[in-house]
């Protein structure tokens, strides 16, 4: 069974930073892409940053890109997103997502395992 466990979401002023882990245990991890995708009240599931498999190459949401970044440890099963500059409209609950294969995607339906999300909060 495949179990995925976001941390590090939280309160922080605009400008702030946090830094976001998900821990990942049961497919081997090393055989996934993998991404970021977060949700505000209302509206869609939207990507907001993807890395392949041996973590060579990143995409991100034009939204995100120069304040992000997504990173993975292979040995500790883990996949990071460090944000910094947080805006008010970054807040919204923030879940990671394995793909269903090697292949970096943008489309929530290609995702088939999904953690259960920790909220990211930035007032103004």
């Known amino acids: 069974q495949v179990l995925l466990v976001e941390s590090g979401g939280g309160l922080v002023q605009a400008g702030g930073s946090l830094r976001l882990s998900c821990t990942y245990s049961?497919?081997?991890?090393?055989?996934?892409?993998m991404a970021w995708f977060r949700q505000a009240p209302e509206k869609e599931r939207e990507f907001v940053a993807g890395i392949t498999i041996n973590g060579m190459s990143t995409a991100y949401a034009d939204s995100v890109k120069g304040r992000f970044t997504i990173s993975r440890d292979n040995a500790k099963n883990t996949v990071y997103l460090q944000m910094n500059s947080l805006k008010p409209e970054d807040t919204a609950i923030y879940f990671c997502?394995?793909?269903?294969?090697?292949?970096?995607?943008?489309?929530?339906?290609?995702?088939?395992?999904w953690g259960q999300g920790t909220q990211v909060t930035v007032s103004s």
């Open positions: 997502g394995t793909a269903r294969g090697i292949v970096l995607t943008r489309t929530a339906a290609n995702y088939d395992y």
């Open positions: 049961g497919r081997t991890f090393s055989r996934s892409a």
